[in-house]
């Protein structure tokens, strides 16, 4: 039953689709390709208002451990966006894969 449900996805023609599904997902598509450029634009802003990093880890030779300020990072606003760049990577990179994977099942690429 799953076998011949997932050949039916993958064939060539659109006789085993439900119009719906080949009416939809080229617009499925187009909002995936927006969000992934707004979050794009989004993560390279974080990344250019971000200050660099300064270093303070424990220090082996000096003995001067790190301060509060560097300890509890997640708290300010550098680890914020720190935090913003991580989450807007992920989300990248699985509405990346989504949507490869609706292109490549459903083919819709316009060459049938």
Same mark, same amino acid.
């Not at 119009?19 to 909002?31: H, M």
């Not at 390709?33 to 390279?44: E, Q």
């Not at 974080?46 to 301060?67: D, K, M, R």
């Given at each position: 039953?799953?076998?011949?449900?997932?050949?039916?996805?993958?064939?060539?023609?659109?006789v085993?689709?439900?119009?719906?599904?080949?009416? +939809?997902?080229?617009?499925?598509?187009?909002?995936i390709?927006?969000? @992934? +450029?707004?979050?794009? @634009?989004?993560?390279?802003i974080?990344?250019?208002?971000?200050?660099?990093?300064?270093? /303070?880890?424990?220090?082996?030779?000096?003995?001067?451990?790190?301060?509060?300020?560097a300890?509890?990072?997640?708290?300010? /606003?550098?680890?914020?966006?720190?935090?913003?760049?991580?989450?807007?990577?992920?989300t990248?990179?699985?509405?990346?894969?989504?949507?490869?994977?609706?292109?490549?099942?459903?083919?819709? +690429?316009? +060459?049938?």
């Open positions: 039953m799953l076998n011949n449900w997932a050949w039916q996805l993958l064939a060539d023609t659109d085993g689709r439900p119009q719906w599904i080949t009416n +939809s997902f080229p617009i499925i598509q187009g909002v390709i927006a969000l @992934i +450029s707004v979050i794009s @634009i989004v993560m390279v974080a990344i250019l208002v971000s200050p660099p990093e300064s270093g /303070n880890g424990n220090n082996a030779i000096t003995g001067i451990s790190e301060s509060y300020y300890k509890n990072r997640s708290h300010n /606003n550098q680890g914020r966006i720190r935090n913003l760049i991580i989450i807007c990577g992920v990248i990179a699985v509405l990346t894969i989504v949507f490869f994977i609706l292109f490549g099942i459903f083919n819709m +690429s316009g +060459s049938n």
